[in-house]
């Protein structure tokens, strides 16, 4: 079965760190370029990180910028979002993205997201 399955999410207080993960299954991601997105009740998802398939380019949103780190292991299959100084604005559903490195590809996965709530 293909999937991307999440993990780390939580309960942390302000100031606190998380180590978001996600390993997919029946596919390589190597291939694929990874992103992390959050979304908030009442808003819409938004893009918080990426990491290119090739190169290893990051972007980070403005608001999480200095202090989310994201990472890929291409061996253990999983991308990674290391979270630090978490404030109340972090809170939301995390969803990890794969989106297929073939230029002519649309193949696109989507985990089925981890909540992170960050308390005051």
């Known amino acids: 079965e293909v999937q991307l399955v999440e993990s780390g999410g939580g309960l942390v207080q302000a100031g606190g760190s998380l180590r978001l993960s996600c390993t997919a299954s029946?596919?390589?991601?190597?291939?694929?370029?990874l992103a992390w997105f959050r979304q908030a009740p009442g808003k819409e998802r938004e893009a918080v990180s990426y990491?290119?398939?090739?190169?290893?380019?990051?972007y980070y949103g403005d608001s999480v910028k200095g202090r989310f780190t994201i990472s890929r292991d291409n061996a253990k299959n999983t991308v990674y979002l290391q979270m630090n100084s978490l404030g109340p604005e972090d809170t939301a559903v995390y969803y990890c993205?794969?989106?297929?490195?073939?230029?002519?590809?649309?193949?696109?996965?989507w985990g089925q997201g981890t909540q992170v709530t960050v308390s005051s």
């Open positions: 993205n794969g989106r297929d490195g073939l230029v002519s590809s649309t193949r696109t996965y």
């Open positions: 029946g596919f390589a991601l190597r291939d694929y370029h």
């Open positions: 990491i290119g398939v090739s190169d290893g380019a990051t």
